[in-house]
């Protein structure tokens, strides 16, 4: 990665309140090269493993629950067992296509939600997450 690169992924982190180690950035620089996406943990490490990365699966792990509560990214759980990180932080809805584990943004304006249930006292709505499943068509 370039020297610009990592100076704004040191600011990036830096204005999130997190320390820019070397792994922080170089994880960050591969989470945000390539715009908006959605990933799981093993495939961030796959990625840093194949840019020659030296990082543990347990520090991507721990690498993106810091950026979540930096809100840098943000968790969407789409599957029971799979947890996905979206770069997009902004509020915004999913498909997730069955067959490929494949999470895709809704094209933006197409849902209205209305009527949703008061919070209990002393909370607030923090943003509604809509996944549609696909599954192609079997004729």
């Known amino acids: 990665m370039s020297e ?11 204005e999130s309140g997190l320390r820019p180690t070397r792994q922080r950035i170089a994880l960050a620089e591969l989470l945000f090269a390539k715009g908006d996406r959605h990933l799981t943990v093993e495939e961030l490490h796959e990625e840093a493993v194949t840019a020659g ?6 520090t991507v792990y721990n690498t993106l629950h810091q950026f979540t509560e930096a809100r840098m990214i943000r968790v969407l759980a789409v599957e029971g067992s799979k947890t996905y990180f979206d770069t997009n932080t902004s509020d915004h809805h999913h498909f997730f296509v069955e067959d490929t584990n494949e999470v895709l943004d809704f094209p933006e304006g197409n849902v209205t939600i209305d009527c949703l249930p008061t919070p209990p006292q002393g909370m607030e ?13 079997t004729s």
Request: no cysteine; proline share 3%.
């Open 125 to 137: 709505i923090a943003h509604v997450d809509v996944v549609v499943r696909l599954r192609r068509k």
């Open 53 to 58: 990365v030296p990082v543990s699966l347990a």
């Open 4 to 14: 610009d690169m990592d100076l704004a992924m040191e600011d990036k982190l830096r």
